[in-house]
């Protein structure tokens, strides 16, 4: 491709050779000094890989938002979410989603009091997810069965942590025991959202994704993560993966093929009910946050939003 002027650079392994692709194909000029600041794109893994004091603003575009984990992380969500819950109940807002009605029960396990509420709550026996704020392709998640197992985990969390630094936070999650299957097997769809800081407003973007299966029929008391844990990465670390891998990924076809024969669903169900929940509660989670959003022209992000399906066909964040 011609050379358009235009320059960029990489850092982290994050998509990496599918952005250099699509920018290699239109022209564009990679730029292999990661510190350099004469960029127009800057692609990073971790938003601490911009400078974001030197950021240009209209000139120059970065694919993380310095404050987007509002959104990102699972206790900045939840804070998000529970205060905008707030606001439009108070007001009886009639288009707002309720987070009840997509989000578990959560408790934050860094706040005393929820932390205690949730102990004087919790009954052994009971199924729970206990998962880690900040980690991504279900790290440092666990199952949750009785409650001497997760306040041992706690406790480690604190004998682990250096002196100067916090324990791991984490939130615990009502498990959702029944879910929608397909083939015996768990799953969950992956959609995303881009967010662009445009002037004067915010544009935001959906792009359907992908149907995210197991390697394994479900089995609610099964200790094995990768039958409840559907991403890829945990996906790979089962023997069973090489041989079934064609069939951890579907797409929304052939997810809605599946639906009609099994479920008598609409031939349309996937593209528009579905599809309008998932866009309805996107939306709510985005529009949570975008008052406290930094808005530079010039910052964007790609966001990956997974959902679960119940038997009764309720979606899940």
């Keep these: 491709a011609k050379r358009s002027g235009r320059s960029y650079v990489i850092c982290g392994g994050n998509a990496a050779p599918l952005v250099q692709a699509a920018l290699d194909s239109q022209g564009w000029h990679r730029l292999h000094d990661k510190t350099s600041a004469a ?38 969500l939840l804070e998000s979410l529970r205060a905008y819950d707030r606001i439009h109940l108070a007001q009886v807002h009639r288009h707002a989603v309720r987070m009840d009605t997509f989000v ?9 009091a929820e932390r ?32 001497q197992q997760l306040l041992d985990k706690l406790e480690a969390d604190v004998r682990s942590c250096k002196m100067t630094a916090r324990p791991t936070a ?11 299957l397909l083939d015996g097997r768990k799953f969950d769809i992956r959609v995303y959202l ?12 959906y792009h359907p994704g992908y149907i995210r299966l197991s390697c394994m029929a479900y089995d609610l008391s099964s200790a094995d993560i990768c039958v409840h844990l559907t991403n ?6 089962h023997p069973l993966y090489t041989e079934k891998k064609e069939d951890t990924i579907w797409d929304f076809s052939k997810l809605q093929s599946h639906l009609s024969l099994q479920h008598h669903l609409p031939d349309d169900w996937v593209a528009n009910t579905l599809t309008r929940r998932m866009q309805a509660v996107m939306k709510t989670c985005f529009q949570s946050v975008q008052h ?19 038997d009764s066909l309720n979606v899940w964040l």
């Excluded at 984490?170 to 929608?180: A, E, F, G, N």
């Design 39 to 76: 960029f127009t794109l800057k692609w990073a893994e971790l938003r601490q890989h911009i400078d974001y004091r030197s950021f240009r603003e209209g000139e120059q575009l970065v694919n993380h938002f310095p404050n987007i984990s509002l959104l990102t992380t699972k206790i900045g």
């Design 104 to 112: 578990p029960t959560t408790y934050r396990m860094d706040v005393a």
């Design 116 to 147: 205690e509420e949730f102990q004087r709550n919790y009954t052994d026996g009971e199924l729970w997810i206990c998962k880690p704020t900040g980690a991504n392709q279900g790290k440092g998640i666990f199952l949750v069965r009785e409650l």
């Design 170 to 180: 984490r939130i615990v999650q009502k498990y959702l025991s029944s879910p929608l």
């Design 194 to 205: 881009l967010v662009i800081a445009a002037r004067p407003h915010f544009l935001v973007f």
């Design 232 to 237: 890829q990465y945990q996906q790979k670390k």
């Design 292 to 310: 406290k959003l930094e808005h530079r022209v010039g910052y964007f992000d790609l966001l990956g939003f997974d959902f679960m399906l119940d």
